[in-house]
């Protein structure tokens, strides 16, 4: 019989396609090679329709598994995700595989050498199939025999669950993806043939056969022997060398069938020569009375096996790293698995030393640094289970661990977990609650400064809070200081961008030989350049922002898009030969800084660490670990400096302008800047006995974010946040959702997005508001003009959103839109995160 397998593709058209198949058995989860349109395609079966006709259908090519690639769990989040980001199936299966497999591959099987004839002897008697199949496989001795020669050879109707059987029992191991990463690296290695291995009377036989006529291959012959007895791996090419025999000799013990070769991955990574930022296992530490708290309540809740949600508030410096280290270690002796997301891996070097310090290579990390081999490698381990610890930024949700048991989302108010691009745009730490709901596991989301969504969830009983509310070992919270600029300058009491109260700490804590931080949240020399003349401010020809001076390269950049001109000789609009670069970004702070001090005869070392520094690689682990040994008086730095730096000799921590961040068209302004503010303040002062000071310079000094970061008010300002997200209708309180419309036709673009709003209902039905379409701000990038249609969907109706997106979808299937670069182009962001 002919069945019908729905096949999920990685392609933007959220609908599944059928093909014909003509195995009998359950297919769901395993990849499959199809035709789509005149390409080859690698697709997921996600169930069978019996409705309808086979007989018309194009059959499936090949199956690429032998065994599910994607468990059940896998399956239904997979599916979550795509519903809820409006994405389709398949799009949100490809987030579940590690990059770089390839579609045109073959599974491959390979036999195991070391079963033993007593296995083989039951494995006739229990499945006399299953032996067929070994024996034949084992006869064939060929590196790559797929499926389809099996399927050839053998008229079974269930090849699948017949190898499905031979790997459960070990006596066969499937490589579905090496052949296909084309970088693995891979050895060659020297076994003795199982045949020989298993019966040593033979094998000493044939040896002294050998050593009469040929002793280079008895030596060979016996230094391999020797070292698999000890179950170890031997290299060819150092085999060869230790036994100074030569590749002839070899091959004719390849030849007598004695000696087999074996590929294996090359695992050895690459010698680490840095420093480790964290030099003490901390979990040696003796735990704070709240810290032990923490620890029990949370056992208590992964011992349950049941979904627990919580959030870990703890303060800057209390210490949170060190719960979430208990408990994995808890978690690794009970044989269970953990997942721990942290914003931007590449950028907390520091918080990865401290897991190895404590774990070593049971931890293992995903970063996007990772050649794609590894990452396949590690990838598969964790599916076998054999790694449990598995830590990595957002995508890192989709990780295939065996066992789950608890899910650790660290900072989780940090908007690095919002997937901008591609489809589907997930948020990593929603996606946790509902992984970890699936899974029936325990989550701990933690942050001294949770987004407000968050903070909501523990107010309405979603969320279990468990606090820490002093720093850890003693270290007080450190003071903060604001300095209204306004007033300063007035009082001749600034110096350029610093005022002489920062400069003056600046300088006592230098001379201490203490570490200072300058947070300013602009990188480059300063943004923008003025012509004096006609004052016109260079901008991007392809977005509608601003472009940068660096003053290093003595260009001007596009942040966005890169593009780049030389400093102008005259102002191409009036001109002028006058310039001012206008604002102020890290590297003029840095020059500042050093100018100052020159003049003062003091000698200071300082540094600068954002997105320009640091885009060399390595280069950040060597700033950081200047600025840990005490190399660098002071690091100038963006917001990187923020992410999770825990550095006992830092005291002081100025931030140039804390406006920066509050007057930006967004309705998340006072949250971010009251999470920045708190976030780089909490940098200083971290060791017991030396307190740490936070200098903020502000035009704005009663505005309340700044306020309550400064006093330490944590519920005010979530409180009164709350209130006024409610008044105008803001997440928590609605879910937002941002339509994008964008191509290289103004007027087209215009068209297509006053066309779709027309299939969304009035605003006045469905207590929906929808705005737009609207010119945003950056009304331009990247070459494509853009329209925005903003919902806001009141959440007190439509708890779940399943009401807006059924409109969505609605309009959508109305909606005819011809998706060709030269055209139109839409975009879905369900609870956006973007400004507008
Ligand atoms: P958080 O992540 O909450 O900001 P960390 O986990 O980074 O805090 O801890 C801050 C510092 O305090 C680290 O250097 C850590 O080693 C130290 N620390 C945490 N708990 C203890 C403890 N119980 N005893 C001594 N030092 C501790
Ligand atoms: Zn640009």
């Known amino acids: 019989m002919i069945k019908v397998a729905l096949v999920a593709l990685p392609v933007p058209v959220n609908q599944l396609y059928s093909y014909s198949m003509s195995e009998q058995e359950n297919l769901v989860g395993y990849r499959v ?30 199956v690429l598994d032998i065994k599910p690639f994607y468990s059940n769990e896998m399956l ?90 031979l790997d459960r029992k070990g006596f066969i191991k499937i490589n579905s993806d090496i052949i296909v990463a084309p970088h693995i690296r891979k050895v060659k290695t020297l076994v003795i043939d199982p045949l020989f291995i298993n019966n040593e009377n033979y094998l000493m036989e044939e040896l002294q056969k050998i050593e009469q006529k040929h002793p280079y291959q008895a030596r060979l012959l016996s230094y391999i022997y020797i070292h698999q007895k000890d179950g170890k791996t031997v290299h060819q090419e150092i085999a060869l060398d230790e036994t100074k025999t030569e590749r002839k000799d070899l091959q004719s013990l390849k030849n007598k069938k004695i000696i087999l070769t074996k590929y294996i991955e090359d695992t050895v990574v690459s010698n680490n020569e840095n420093i480790s930022l964290s030099n003490v296992n901390e979990l040696t530490l003796k735990l ?53 997301l942290v914003p931007e891996i590449s950028l907390t070097p520091q918080l990865i030393d401290r897991f190895k310090m404590s774990f070593g290579d049971a931890a293992a990390v995903l970063h996007s640094k990772m050649s794609d081999s590894d990452r396949i490698i590690t990838w598969r381990q964790i599916a076998e289970g054999t790694l449990r610890i598995v830590i990595g930024a957002r995508s890192t949700i989709f990780a295939p661990m065996v066992n789950l048991s608890l899910i650790i989302v660290d900072e989780e108010h940090d908007l690095s977990y919002k997937q901008e691009s591609p489809s589907p745009r997930y948020n990593a730490r929603d996606a ?21 969504e968050t903070y909501y969830n523990v107010l309405i009983g979603k969320f279990k809070k468990i606090e820490l509310t002093t720093r850890a070992d003693g270290a007080m919270l450190p003071k903060f200081i604001p300095i209204d600029m ?91 030969s006058q310039f001012e670069a206008v604002g102020y970004g890290t590297q003029r702070i840095e020059d500042e800084l050093i100018d100052y001090f020159k003049a003062k005869g003091i000698k200071i070392s300082v540094d600068r660490m954002d997105m320009d520094t640091i885009r060399k690689k390595g280069n950040q682990r060597k700033i950081l670990e200047n600025f840990y040994t005490g190399k660098t008086d002071i690091l100038v730095g963006t917001q990187i400096v923020t992410k999770g730096m825990n550095f006992d000799r830092v005291t002081l921590v100025g931030v140039i302008n804390a406006d920066l961040q509050l007057f930006q068209p967004d309705f998340r302004a006072n949250e971010k800047t009251y999470q920045i503010l708190t976030q780089v303040g909490g940098r200083a002062g971290r060791k017991a006995g030396m307190e740490g000071t936070v200098v903020i310079q502000t035009y704005t000094p009663r505005s309340y974010s700044i306020q309550s970061a400064i006093n330490n008010q944590f519920d005010e300002f979530y409180q009164k946040e709350l209130k006024i997200r409610k008044s105008a209708l803001y997440p928590p309180y609605s879910r937002l959702i941002l339509i994008e419309f964008y191509g290289d036709e103004e007027e087209m673009t215009h068209y297509y997005a006053v066309n779709f709003r027309r299939l969304l209902p009035p605003n006045e039905d469905n207590n929906l508001e929808i705005f737009g379409p609207f010119i945003p701000t950056m009304y331009k990038a990247a070459g494509n003009y853009r329209r925005l249609i903003l919902i806001k969907a009141d959440k007190s109706i439509d708890k779940s959103g399943n009401k807006i997106r059924a409109l969505i979808k609605n309009a959508l299937s109305n909606f005819h839109l011809n998706i060709s670069p030269t055209t139109v182009m839409m975009k879905i962001d369900i609870d956006s995160y973007s400004q507008f």
Not at 432 to 452: D, F, H, Q
Not at 497 to 506: A, H, N, P, Y
Not at 532 to 543: K, S, W
Request: glycine share 6%; aromatic share 10%.
């Open 33 to 62: 090679l199809v035709q789509f349109g005149t390409r080859m395609m690698t697709g997921v079966i996600v169930g069978y329709d019996d409705n309808i006709q086979a007989r018309e259908l194009k059959a499936i090519n090949e």
């Open 76 to 165: 239904q989040f997979t599916k979550f995700i795509a519903d809820y980001y409006l994405s389709s199936w398949g799009e949100a299966l490809k987030l579940a595989s590690p990059p770089g497999i390839s579609s045109e591959s073959n599974t491959f099987i390979e036999v195991n050498e070391d079963y033993s004839y007593d296995d083989l002897l039951n494995l006739r008697k229990s499945s006399p199939k299953s032996a067929e199949v070994f024996h034949y496989l084992v006869i064939s001795k060929s590196k790559k025999i797929n499926i389809s020669s099996i399927k050839k050879t053998f008229k079974y109707s269930s090849v699948y669950s017949i190898l499905e059987n």
């Open 288 to 340: 704070t009375n709240e810290q032990t708290f923490a620890i029990e309540e949370l056992k208590k809740s992964i011992n349950s096996n049941s979904f627990s949600p919580h959030y870990l508030q703890g303060v800057t410096g209390s210490g949170k790293t060190i719960v979430y280290l208990h408990l994995i270690r808890e978690i690794l002796e009970a044989g269970k698995s953990a997942l721990i």
């Open 432 to 452: 946790a609650i509902v992984r970890a709901n699936l899974e029936n596991c325990t989550l701990i989301l933690g942050s001294a400064t949770p987004s407000v």
């Open 486 to 576: 306004g007033e300063a300058r007035k009082h001749g009491a600034v110096n350029g961008s610093l005022s002489t109260f920062l400069l003056d700490k600046v300088e006592e804590k230098v001379q201490k030989k203490e570490g200072v931080i300058i947070f300013q949240n602009r990188r480059g020399f300063s943004p923008v350049l003025r012509c004096n003349d006609c004052g016109i401010v260079y901008e991007c020809e392809h977005c509608a922002i601003k472009l940068s001076y660096h003053k290093s390269r003595n260009v001007l950049r596009c942040h966005y898009c890169g593009y780049t001109i030389a400093y102008p000789d005259n102002c191409s609009s009036c001109g002028g």
